[in-house]
């Protein structure tokens, strides 16, 4: 056990709220269970009440808040079943749609559970029931009751891939007492660029180096059979496929396509599928067929909404150029570019990009990468790449050499990460 330091009054403030606000959380919980953002079957893991026996022997603990985190840290997951088959592995995340994600692609000695509520019941049923032996927080999950009494029970923590914005960095500034307590009980902070390191230095956390878990990883995968059927369909078509679109930019991008030529196929994957029939019905005029639908691509379809979860990697192999969604609607700030340039694809992006600015600046430079301010600049760049097949491939091909140079990043953070695990 680890001596527990005094907490200053902000914290201990917070865990008090929290303690009275704790019988509250069942009714919560399960109102946004109604709403379909809680997987109603399963609401007792966010009070803390496990649904599954602990392993025997050593266990690591992973926690990411949703898809995009939980994603990001298989990599990483991957790495420890492989080196250390005798360690259990138990992954933690906050989101419906992340847990579909790490039911079907975590290793046979990992499973899944819901994260606990940061209230003090909630977290002290999960520590008593899983015991870690080390924590692994991702990018900026900083619940206080949760890490902190997770540190009390003698669990190593570390904080990878960390991530602080600007934002939240000025947030946490306004109470530094209580900031340095929750960051001084991480061992090991490996941050993911050098802004978030200087902020997080600022505020009191020990910075060991640099690891960007949404840098590594192997390429998304895809049902071979569905993607034959789906090429056969399109034929010889032109295909542009814009990923991870949010409301107002599948408008844009499909303007930015129209002029291509009737020939060209716009494939709209949007961040949340949900968003399928809203996107259709705006589109209406471009001939559109929906995946969910199971609606077939026909030479008549200008544009195929793809409001399905977990075949971006299908769509991706069909596509000859990508587009990122996020980068042209505020309040976002972009998505990973990464996931295409694993796939041999450039990407093209509006200028918002401040959540992966490290990663674009550098495939830019790298020649993978291209910013456009607007809807016309997303049109000329995709005419000029059409009409150029060796411009296109060498687009390409850039994006891919550059995502293959990302892989030793792992390497670097495994030898620091590997003192904290239990012994075998």
């Not at 690591?60 to 492989?82: D, R, T, Y």
């Not at 910013?371 to 059409?386: E, I, M, R, T, W």
Request: one cysteine or more; glycine letters at 10%.
């Amino acid at each position: 056990m680890i001596g527990a330091r005094p907490r200053p009054f902000s914290l201990r403030a917070y865990r008090a709220v929290a303690g009275l606000g704790a019988p509250l959380a069942r009714p919560l919980l399960e109102a946004r269970a109604r709403r379909g953002k809680e997987d109603p079957a399963r609401l007792g893991e966010r009070l803390g009440h496990a649904s599954a026996p602990r392993p025997n022997g050593a266990l690591a603990w992973l926690h990411a808040v949703s898809v995009g985190e939980s994603v990001s840290l298989l990599p990483l997951i991957g790495a420890l079943a492989a080196e250390r088959p005798d360690l259990s592995i138990l992954v933690t995340s906050g989101t419906r749609a992340s847990a579909e994600i790490l039911a079907r692609r975590l290793p046979p000695q990992a499973l899944h559970q819901y994260a606990p509520v940061d209230t003090p019941g909630a977290v002290e049923r999960f520590l008593a029931h899983w015991r870690p032996d080390v924590g692994f927080f991702v990018e900026s999950e900083l619940w206080p009751n949760l890490i902190l009494a997770a540190r009390e029970a003698g669990v190593r923590l570390a904080l990878v891939s960390a991530r602080m914005t600007e934002k939240s960095a000025r947030a946490w500034s306004a109470r530094p007492a209580a900031v340095r307590l929750v960051l001084e009980s991480f061992e090991l902070v490996l941050a993911q660029d050098a802004d978030t390191a200087a902020r997080l230095t600022q505020l009191g956390a020990r910075v060991a180096g640099r690891l960007n878990l949404k840098r590594v990883g192997d390429p998304l995968a895809c049902e071979p059979a569905e993607l034959a059927r789906l090429k056969a369909e399109i034929g010889a078509r032109p295909v542009v496929v814009a990923i991870s679109t949010h409301a107002g930019e599948e408008a844009l991008i499909a303007g930015a396509t129209a002029g291509l030529g009737e020939d060209v196929l716009t494939i709209l994957v949007p961040r949340h599928p949900e968003r399928g029939a809203e996107i259709a019905f705006e589109l209406a005029d471009r001939r559109v067929a929906r995946r969910s639908r199971g609606e077939p691509v026909t030479g008549a379809n200008q544009i195929y909404v793809a409001d399905t979860l977990n075949e971006l990697g299908l769509f991706l192999r069909l596509a000859d150029i990508a587009v990122m969604g996020g980068g042209f609607a505020r309040g976002f700030g972009g998505h990973n570019p990464l996931e295409p340039a694993r796939l041999g694809l450039g990407v093209i992006s509006g200028p918002i990009v401040f959540n992966h600015a490290d990663a674009f600046a550098e495939l830019a430079d790298a020649g993978g990468a291209r910013l456009v301010d607007d809807g016309a600049g997303l049109a000329a760049v995709l005419a000029a790449l059409l009409a150029n097949r060796a411009a296109l491939a060498a687009f390409n091909a850039a994006a891919l050499a550059f995502a293959e140079r990302q892989g030793d990043q792992l390497g670097a953070g495994l030898d620091l990460i590997r003192p904290l695990l239990p012994a075998a």
